[in-house]
């Protein structure tokens, strides 16, 4: 058996990350020929991961995604007289790490099946979001397809004749949801590897991609070699707990061969670190070891207020026996105050950067950056700001044997770069999340690019924590501190600012962040928790109604508050869209002029009693405000058509 392997690649950073020659080198095995093409210019860095195992190596623009790369590498990079010399044509794009098993055992079993192709995981017949009915179908990040179909007419015909897809939804909806039933309506056999029969449904809208939402499932139970990268951006809340997704990375560690740094490495890379942190559970509740073990760490204490002295001495008194202890102060009193205590203060105006570069010149393997707060009534009532010192002091160096526990955690964790104190939420605080971010993306945005930070950043989700407490890793200090130099004589806006870059800075040091909290502490954290959701859902539901999941409600209030805005601003308004967002939001659209579907669309002559309309019948350049209560994905195809026809006035929704 002769085969070609086809591979297609793109990062937007045009990096190949070391996963890509891990799977081209086991593809090597059974592949007598590798293409890749890079739907990007160039390759920045790790070209060494194509290079060793490619025999040709293309590059093209990312036009049509990987489905026009494969189709112009069938086409025109490799030929078809090229693809004649071979009995087998497999086509793998970068969407996923692995092998977790060995490939040739797979080849070996679905070639003794006499099938026409095949692949390694299909999705039954179902509904997938607003698209209406879709067929049966194989997953397109792995297909494999077999003579004679390779060689035959109604095979080139499909790739001569397949358009350069615009985006990636028209690319799932036309190519990837087709192509399987294109094939098996001209009398071609096929079959996919891994068993997802146990989760199917004959309810449609039941059917969900099995790889993306029980990975672990699939993974020990249903034979599938591989772990979809998608999944690692997916919110499943509405449908589970993400709890798929960690053991998957465990069992891979520890039941296989595969090295988990490989999927490491291109996450920390890859995503934003808030929503990694959430997908992955990067949360860790601590015991007291109760074992005082003598550690090469420092403690940075910065102090300011005179109140606190006594609270900071008794945390510090319970620690001073295993680690080092720097305290920093700007106040002469209380520099005195503590070095009367034993403890070695240093005199001192340097921004916390600038600390955290001293500790990491003393060779130091870990750092806590730790300050004190004003306990006092004179700001907030003492109460108060004794709870927000003790949510950072409890959590990151609450005794001896919890420190021992953390610093293990940052040993066997070797990809964590630093731990935070949990993001209080009482008082101030639960009134302060998420809000501020508004006001500093900005700015934060800025410094990471003049700081030529490798960091994924987006004004709609803010960084995991924003403090200047927590412990840190030297090597994400030396990294940074070799790049920037010192920061001795920057301006007082960065050291404002650097509470927000934490995350950042650690990610462009190739680490990840996480939260810490003391046992007893998460205990009551929780509660909080159940008491704010509660609480919250409940003002929800007595405003829209009740509803089964959070989407729903997040759907309804933002088509409210852009109907409130559309309102204010325009005479006559219309609604996008007739769908299940229309359906479930009516009652806050009801006083729309019109509804609107896009031409070629089947058209209802009234919905709710309202008329409905083609796009075509707006004039060009309509001035009406429109509401689009359309899903993401259909959102994106809309909204390029209003923009032919130069309508401006639109209020997106999701």
């Known amino acids: 058996m002769k085969r070609l392997l086809i591979y297609v690649t793109y990062d937007r950073q045009n990096i190949i990350d070391d996963y890509v020659g891990y799977f081209l080198s086991c593809m090597q095995l059974v592949a007598d020929y590798i293409a890749v093409v890079c739907n990007m210019p160039k390759v920045e860095k790790g070209l060494c991961n194509l290079s060793e195992y490619a025999d040709e190596i293309f590059y093209r623009e990312n036009v049509g995604l990987d489905a026009g790369g494969f189709k112009d590498m069938l086409c025109t990079f490799l030929g078809w007289d090229k693809v004649k010399q071979y009995d087998e044509l ?41 698209t209406g009915n879709d067929p049966e179908h194989i997953l397109s990040f792995f297909y494999v397809f077999q003579a004679p179909l390779l060689h035959k007419k109604e095979f080139r015909d499909y790739w001569e004749s397949m358009p350069y897809y615009k ?26 590897y891994s068993d ?21 499932e699939m993974i020990v139970k249903r034979r599938f070699p591989f772990l979809k990268r998608k999944q690692l951006a997916y919110n499943t809340l509405h449908n589970q707990t993400q709890e798929n997704l960690a053991l998957s990375i465990d069992y891979i560690d520890r039941h296989t061969d595969y090295d988990v740094n490989l999927i490491w490495k291109n996450l920390i890379r890859t995503q934003h670190h808030t929503e990694l942190q959430r997908s992955m559970g990067l949360q860790y509740i601590l015991e007291d070891s109760g074992q005082e073990v ?34 920093f102060s700007e106040d002469a009193y209380a520099m005195e105050r503590y070095r009367e205590k034993g403890y070695n203060v240093i005199l001192s105006d340097k921004s916390d950067i600038e600390i955290l570069q001293m500790a990491t010149a003393l060779q130091y393997s870990y750092i806590c950056l730790i300050h004190d707060t004003d306990l006092s009534s004179d700001q907030v009532p003492s109460c108060t700001g004794k709870s927000y010192f003790f949510n950072i002091w409890e959590n990151l160096i609450k005794n001896a044997g919890y420190i021992a526990n953390l610093i293990q955690l ?119 928790y159940h008491y704010y959701l509660k609480t919250i859902m409940e003002w929800f539901a007595d405003r829209y109604g009740y509803h089964k999941k ?18 204010g601003r325009h005479e006559k308004w219309y609604v996008y869209g007739t769908g299940e967002i229309a359906e479930r939001c009516f009652e806050w659209i009801r006083d729309t002029f019109a509804f609107i579907v896009s031409d070629g669309q089947l058209k209802m002559p009234e919905f709710h009693g ?33 923009e032919k026809k130069k309508i401006n006035n639109y209020y997106m929704v999701n």
């Not at 990636?168 to 001209?186: C, G, S, W």
């Not at 509470?499 to 003391?518: A, F, H, P, R």
């Open 196 to 216: 997802t029969e146990p989760n199917e449904s004959s309810k449609r809208r039941n059917q969900f991609f099995q790889c993306d939402y029980l990975s672990y």
């Open 90 to 130: 497999i086509l793998a794009n970068d969407s996923f790490y692995g092998p977790f098993d060995d490939i040739r055992r797979i080849f070996t079993e679905m070639e003794s099946r006499n099938l026409d192709f095949w692949g390694l995981m299909k999705r039954g017949p179902g509904e997938y979001g607003l």
């Open 410 to 528: 940052f040993e066997t964790k070797r990809y964590l770069g630093v731990l935070m104190h949990p993001i209080p939420i009482f008082s101030m605080w639960i009134g302060q999340l998420n809000y501020e971010w508004r006001g500093n993306y900005a700015r934060v945005e800025q410094y990471i690019k003049e700081l030529h930070l490798s960091a994924v950043i987006s004004p709609e989700i803010p960084p995991i924590h924003v403090t200047n407490n927590f412990w840190i890793r030297a090597s994400v200090i030396q990294k940074f501190s070799e790049k920037f130099g010192s920061f001795e004589n920057h301006d007082n806006d960065f050291a404002a600012i650097c509470n927000y870059l934490w995350d950042y800075i650690v990610q462009d040091g190739g680490k990840l962040t996480g939260i810490v909290e003391s046992s007893f502490y998460a205990s009551m954290n929780e509660v909080n």
């Open 610 to 642: 309202k008329p409905v309309i083609y796009l075509s019948e707006l004039p060009e350049g309509d001035e009406s405000g429109i509401i689009l209560c359309l899903s993401e994905e259909n959102q994106r195809n809309v909204l390029e058509m209003l």
């Open 167 to 192: 985006d990636y939804m028209t690319v799932v909806k036309k190519y990837e949801r087709q192509l399987t039933k294109h094939f098996a309506d001209l009398g071609y056999a096929y079959d996919t």
């Open 550 to 567: 959070l989407y729903e409600y997040k759907e309804i209030f933002r088509v409210h508050t852009a109907v409130e805005k559309c309102k």
């Open 294 to 327: 003598q550690l090469r760490v420092v403690i940075c204490v910065c102090v300011k207020w005179k109140n606190a002295i006594d609270a900071v001495c008794e945390y510090l008194e319970r620690i001073r026996n295993i680690c080092d202890i720097r305290i």
